[in-house]
């Protein structure tokens, strides 16, 4: 069964930037579509950037474009998630997912079967 464990979080100034990681085992990422997601305070978590399992294709919210990206090393059987530019509206915990099946055109919670623990990320000066 697939396990997911990030790192990375942490307190950054606005501006800064932050490079989370989560990673695999007891399964390869190489099959599965990969997601980032956060949730705030009183809020629903919502799709921070999704990637598609060989094809490179991403899809990702509205806020984070131009700042944020994904990507993949199967063989370390790790995701990351590169952030720059980071505001405080970015502040969250995050969470890396993964998809048994076809990338969506969406990036949302319902569509992930597996998740990480978590790990926040505090954007104040």
């Known amino acids: 069964q697939l396990q997911l464990v990030e790192a990375g979080g942490g307190l950054v100034q606005p501006g800064g930037s932050l490079i989370l990681s989560c990673a695999a085992s007891?399964?390869?990422?190489?099959?599965?579509?990969i997601g980032w997601f956060r949730q705030a305070p009183g809020k629903e978590r919502e799709g921070v950037e999704c990637?598609?399992?060989?094809?490179?294709?991403?899809n990702y919210a509205d806020s984070v474009k131009g700042r944020f990206t994904i990507s993949r090393d199967n063989a370390k059987n790790t995701v990351y998630l590169q952030m720059n530019s980071l505001k405080p509206e970015d502040t969250a915990v995050y969470y890396c997912?993964?998809?048994?099946?076809?990338?969506?055109?969406?990036?949302?919670?319902?569509?992930?079967?597996?998740w990480g623990q978590g790990t926040q990320v505090t954007v104040s000066s």
């Open positions: 990637l598609s399992r060989s094809d490179g294709s991403t």
């Open positions: 997912a993964a998809r048994w099946g076809f990338f969506q055109p969406m990036c949302l919670p319902a569509y992930f079967g597996s």
């Open positions: 007891g399964s390869t990422l190489v099959y599965y579509v």
